[in-house]
């Protein structure tokens, strides 16, 4: 196969399957979150903090796959 | 299409001070240093036991600051100790980030070389590798200062050298390591946001100019914030863990 084709496929194919866990393990992230601040409205702004946190965490793994494919695409 | 849009991984050196180059993002980084350091020193001449509007204002968002740091220290006396190293860097990614894309600034730029190529003089630093890989290196090695200071050097050292049995032996090891996968995760996160969002907005303006980009300029705007916000409070969050007694 042509290697510009290999390559194009190769970009899309990365950042496609890269972001797909993250995209689901920050939903659970936002459901859990929101579910725990409906039964104690009270801990409102600590539970924001850690969910904010861990939605960073889980965004940084999309990130990577995004930087991976951005350096094939562009070297 | 593909060969023409000027979107570079490295950023773009404008001129030499020798044998060192000097690329576009560090030029806008200096000019952000420089507004700072200045309006710093300016700001705090003006200091009045009462405050006037805008000092009050001030007070309110560190007042804010404070508080939330607060709560993810404990007390307000280690939230003042390490407000102005978490401020400087949440302010200095917000500014970074902001002037990156600010209006005018990405129109200036000098013709470079005989194929008359446009360099821009100055780019989000962010979206430069060497700027977040700086400000990790720098970030963790507060994080880990901060527990040498506070816990004595050798016993916040063997956090990662715990020899008392090879189960202990073996999460330290990986607690070492992952100081450096700390570093790495920082610095993509950052660089990746900010470098992808340039590449939008290129994208965004070659496709369909003046309309297309201005949603995604209010997107990265927000990005800008958040991510900034987001390596102060993990920063913060990592000192509050290494400085906390072990129970």
Known sequence: ?75 | MTGEIPIFLKAEPVFHLGSFTITNSLLLSWLILAIFGIGGLVLSKKWRSIPGKIQAAFEMIVEGVLNLMESVLGNRGEAEKYLPFIATIFLFITFSNWMGIFPVLGTLGIFEGSGRTFVPLFRSPASDLNFTIALAVISIAAVNIAGARRLGFFKHFKKFFNFTNPINFFVGILEFFSEFAKMISFSFRLFGNIFAGEVLLIIMASLLPYLAPIPFLFLEIFVGFIQAFIFGMLTLVFIAGAVREEH
């Open chain 1, 1 to 75: 196969m042509n290697p510009e084709v290999v390559k194009i496929i190769a970009v899309a194919a990365t950042i496609i399957l890269g972001t797909m866990m993250p995209a689901v393990a920050i939903g659970k992230i936002g459901t859990k979150a929101a579910e725990a601040i409906g039964r104690n409205p009270e801990a409102a702004s600590k539970l924001q903090t850690a969910m904010i946190l861990a939605i960073a965490f889980a965004e940084a793994l999309a990130i990577y796959a995004l930087v991976v494919a951005l350096i094939l695409k562009f070297t």
